[in-house]
């Protein structure tokens, strides 16, 4: 069973670019979750995700962010109009179960890191 | 609030020697604990969890925490350290029902030849 896949890995942006970055969730996962890490720092939460519905978003910037996770295809986190504090690292995660249950361990990508020139 | 403390930013230990990485966190529920190992440009990698079972968790790699609820820790350990054990490692937090993993600031181990 594959892991949790995100692309690209390593992404560079000039200011005012936009960046999509993708994942996708293990197999029989319907859960995904991003987080964001600056230098630094440990891992924040921004959003959580099921199939076609933003569960919580209460962790995204309030401008220039976006995810969706569509009914086919992988799950993607926009951000548009890229600022030089935008540059982290990016990681995506997984779980099988709604949270709460006891088997909703999540699952981590490798992990996209944007630079913003 | 919940939150989660890494008390060293950075340890440092000879090959050979034990390992101990300090965790405490605060909560007015019961906690789930994980500690995950990030190598450099790597993804993150569950070391162990704790879910309210035995209060010893034992993880791969040789790594084990303790949960101590009346010290709010769940510090990781290692009786011999390893080359290959140097990365960054990080101690999470969560609740039952809940989703949102709190991450600590993160240990960076540096093992010595």
């Known amino acids: 069973n594959a892991g949790v896949m995100q692309n690209p890995r390593h992404l560079v942006r000039r200011r005012g670019q936009e960046a999509r970055l993708r994942c996708s969730p293990m197999?029989?996962?319907?859960?995904v979750y991003w987080y964001r890490q600056l230098p630094e720092e440990g891992l924040k939460f921004m959003v959580y995700?099921?199939?076609?519905?933003?569960?919580?978003e209460s962790g995204m910037p309030k401008e220039r962010f976006s995810a969706e996770f569509p009914k086919e295809g992988p799950s993607i986190l926009r951000i548009q109009q890229v600022v030089r504090g935008d540059s982290a690292a990016y990681f995506c995660?997984?779980?099988?179960?709604?949270?709460?249950?006891?088997?909703?361990?999540?699952?981590f990508g490798p992990g996209t890191r944007l630079t913003v020139t | 609030a919940q939150s989660v403390t890494q008390l060293d930013s950075h340890v440092s230990v000879s090959e050979g020697t034990p390992v101990l990485l300090r965790c405490n966190y605060s909560?007015?529920?019961?906690?789930?604990l994980f500690w995950y190992v990030q190598h450099p440009n790597k993804g993150l990698q569950l070391l162990l969890k704790?879910?309210?079972?035995?209060?010893l968790v034992k993880g791969i790699n040789g790594f084990e925490a303790e949960f101590k609820k009346s010290e709010t820790s769940f510090h990781l350990t290692k009786p011999s350290a390893h080359m290959s054990d140097a990365a960054e490692y990080f101690c999470?937090?969560?609740?039952?029902?809940?989703?949102?993993?709190?991450f600590g600031t993160g240990t960076r181990l540096k093992v010595l030849a």
């Open positions: 197999k029989g996962h319907s859960h």
């Open positions: 909560s007015s529920y019961s906690p789930s």
């Open positions: 704790y879910t309210s079972a035995a209060t």
């Open positions: 999470v937090v969560t609740f039952s029902g809940t989703y949102k993993y709190i």
């Open positions: 995660a997984s779980s099988p179960q709604r949270p709460g249950h006891s088997t909703d361990e999540q699952y």
């Open positions: 995700l099921q199939k076609e519905n933003i569960i919580d």
